[in-house]
């Protein structure tokens, strides 16, 4: 820590850390305190930028209409351009299958991650987390043509 | 005749903003109270974790 009060660095070691800070102010009798502070270093799992190959990434084709899915890294971005579906518009109908991706371990947990999402066609779309097999995820999407946004655990 | 009350030094930041392993972290402590300028170090008795300063 800097004589400022400045704390900086890259941590190397992942972990709980508790230590102490001393301030001394500039009386003539100078004043001393101390606080206890904690400092979480956190792992980042996975990190990905799009800027190879799907190499990281599993592709899971669970639509049966107007397959496969096409999925390819273009301009820094992974986009998949096929219409594969499963051939049921009801907006009701849950399952909503078709084409997924996915990248990670089944062993994180209380984990957080960011991402950027954008459509150009009026279907669904979405995110999964929590995800361990085509049986077991969590998936949040949304569906301009069939006015739905909804958050399914299966 | 005028008073001036100083309150004892103390530090104000109660808590730290989680870091991410082997990404540059960057935080400035805060203080109030006692006469600046102050002078910060950590107690000697713990440590930072490595690669902090």
Do not use: C
Request: proline share 4%.
């Amino acid at each position: 820590m800097s004589s400022s009060g400045i704390l900086s660095g890259t941590p190397v070691l992942e972990g709980q850390y508790r230590f102490k800070v001393k301030i001394t102010d500039s009386s003539p009798i100078p004043q001393i305190n101390y606080q206890d502070l904690w400092l979480y270093v956190n792992a980042n799992l996975f990190e990905e930028h799009f800027s190879g190959s799907l190499g990281q990434w599993t592709i899971v084709d669970d639509g049966t209409e107007t397959g496969p899915s096409k999925w390819n890294i273009t301009s820094g971005q992974l986009v998949q351009s096929s219409n594969i579906w499963d051939g049921i518009s009801d907006a009701n109908q849950i399952a909503k299958l078709g084409t997924y991706a996915y990248a990670g371990d089944t062993l994180w947990h209380n984990y957080e991650y960011i991402l950027k999402l954008r459509s150009s066609d009026d279907d669904g779309f979405g995110v999964m987390f929590r995800f361990i097999d085509n049986d077991n995820y969590y998936r949040f999407s949304m569906d301009k043509q069939r006015a739905y946004r909804r958050l399914v655990k299966k | 005749m005028g008073y001036f009350h100083i309150f004892p030094v103390n530090i104000t930041t109660m808590s730290l903003p989680d870091a991410t392993l082997a990404v540059n972290y960057n935080k400035t402590l805060t203080a109030f109270g006692g006469k600046t300028p102050y002078t910060w170090s950590i107690a000697t008795e713990t440590n930072l974790p490595d690669g902090m300063n």
